[in-house]
C-alpha cells in the first residue's frame, strides 16, 4: 500500500531560519506530489504542487520542494521562515494512472516559529 | 465565500447514536471526497465522487458510515451507530475533473465527539 512519511513531527525555528521539511513516499509509479498547510484555527490549503516537469517547485508564501524521484522524495524548503508560517504542513501524494483519485497524507509537520 | 463548506462545525452525540453531516462543493466541482482526521494524524481518505456517482470507497468505511451525493451537488455523510472510536474530523474536500492535477480543495471540517 502507498504511504508517505514525514519523519519531523514537530520542527520549532527561529524567525529568518531556514527550514527544511522532509517527506518520502512508497509509491513506485508515476505520483503527483502536493504539500498542503494548516494554519491554526484554518482549513487544509495547497501550499504548492508537482505534476511534471521542472523538479524544483515554487508555491506560495516562498515556500519551494523539490522532487528527487532516485529518492521517492518531495522536502519543503523556506530559506527564512516567518513567525506567520508557524502551522502543521502535510505532504500528500496521488498515484498518477487517471483512476486513483484520492490523496495519501503523511502524519504532518508541526513547525512553530519563535518571533 | 465561494469555498468548501460542511455544516456543522462541531457535533457532539452519544454513543448509539446516528449523525449526519453535509459538505457543499466549490460551486461547478464535479468531484467530492470525504477524509477523517484523527489527532496526530494525516487526513485519511474515506469516500470519493464524481458527479453523483461514488467510484471508489476506502475500507475505513464501515457498513455503519454511509454517503450520499443524490443531484451531484452537496453531499451527506452519515454514520450510524456512533462509536467512541468515530470521535475525529471529518473533511470534504473537491476538485474538478479537468484540473490536471487533480488538485482538491478542502472544506473547514466538521468535529464529531462521541461521549
Known amino acids: 500500500a502507498q504511504s508517505v512519511s514525514q519523519h519531523n513531527h514537530h520542527v520549532i525555528l527561529s524567525e529568518a531560519a531556514s527550514l527544511e521539511l522532509g517527506c518520502n513516499y512508497s509509491?513506485?509509479?508515476?505520483?503527483?506530489l502536493f504539500w498542503y498547510v494548516q494554519y491554526p484555527g484554518q482549513h487544509l490549503q495547497l501550499l504548492l504542487k508537482?505534476?511534471?516537469?521542472?523538479?524544483l517547485v515554487k508555491g506560495i508564501k516562498g515556500f519551494e520542494a523539490e522532487f528527487i524521484k532516485s529518492k521517492f522524495s518531495f522536502n519543503l524548503r523556506k530559506p527564512s521562515v516567518q513567525w506567520s508560517d508557524t502551522a502543521e504542513y502535510f505532504c500528500?501524494?496521488?498515484?498518477?494512472?487517471?483512476?486513483?483519485?484520492?490523496?495519501?497524507f503523511g502524519t504532518g509537520t508541526r513547525l512553530l516559529v519563535s518571533p | 465565500d465561494t469555498g468548501v463548506s460542511q455544516d456543522p462545525r462541531h457535533k457532539i452525540t452519544k454513543r448509539g447514536q446516528n449523525v449526519t453531516f453535509r459538505c457543499d462543493p466549490i460551486?461547478?466541482?464535479?468531484?467530492l471526497y470525504w477524509y477523517r482526521q484523527t489527532l496526530g494524524q494525516g487526513p485519511e481518505f474515506l469516500t470519493y465522487?464524481?458527479?453523483?456517482?461514488?467510484?471508489?470507497k476506502s475500507r475505513l468505511l464501515s457498513d455503519r458510515f454511509s454517503a450520499e451525493r443524490p443531484k451531484g451537488s452537496f453531499s451527506t455523510l452519515e454514520i450510524q451507530r456512533t462509536e467512541q472510536g468515530d470521535s475525529a474530523m471529518y473533511l470534504c474536500?473537491?476538485?474538478?475533473?479537468?484540473?490536471?492535477?487533480?488538485?482538491?480543495?478542502f472544506g473547514p471540517g466538521t468535529r464529531l465527539t462521541v461521549t
Open positions: 474536500a473537491s476538485s474538478h475533473s479537468t484540473s490536471p492535477i487533480y488538485e482538491q480543495y
Open positions: 509509491y513506485g509509479g508515476t505520483v503527483n
Open positions: 508537482y505534476f511534471s516537469g521542472d523538479p
Open positions: 500528500a501524494v496521488n498515484p498518477g494512472n487517471t483512476g486513483f483519485q484520492k490523496l495519501v
Open positions: 460551486s461547478e466541482h464535479n468531484r
Open positions: 465522487f464524481q458527479n453523483e456517482a461514488q467510484l471508489e
